[in-house]
């Protein structure tokens, strides 16, 4: 258990940010189901809408920490593969 203030403090802070990377994670999330979503019915245009809403999500969550770069650089790509195969 923590003895010190700082260590108090820490683990208080520790909290606090993980409720907020958590929420930004999952709302990453969302926007990725939203374009697999699209991407399931056969809708192109739906799907382009939702990947061009998903692109700045993921790397919002790059540059907050919550992502690693070369992760979201390779989600967007497979799903920019999948979107441009739908023909």
Same mark, same amino acid.
């Given at each position: 258990?923590? &003895?010190?203030?700082? /260590? !108090?403090?820490? @683990?208080?802070? &520790?909290?606090?940010? =993980?409720?907020?990377?958590?929420?930004? *994670? #999952?709302? @990453?999330?969302?926007?990725?189901? !939203?374009?697999? $979503?699209? $991407?399931? #019915?056969?809708? !192109?245009? /739906?799907? =382009? =809408?939702?990947?061009?809403?998903?692109?700045?999500?993921?790397?919002?969550? *790059?540059?907050?920490? *919550? $992502?690693?770069?070369?992760?979201? #650089?390779?989600?967007?790509?497979? $799903?920019?593969?999948?979107? #441009? =195969?739908?023909?």
């Amino acid at each position: 258990m923590a &003895n010190t203030p700082q /260590a !108090k403090k820490r @683990i208080r802070r &520790n909290n606090a940010r =993980a409720e907020v990377n958590g929420a930004r *994670v #999952s709302r @990453i999330r969302t926007f990725l189901k !939203k374009v697999a $979503l699209a $991407l399931t #019915s056969g809708d !192109k245009g /739906a799907a =382009a =809408a939702a990947l061009a809403a998903a692109q700045p999500e993921l790397m919002r969550g *790059v540059s907050k920490g *919550v $992502l690693h770069k070369n992760t979201a #650089s390779r989600k967007f790509a497979r $799903l920019t593969k999948r979107v #441009s =195969a739908l023909g």
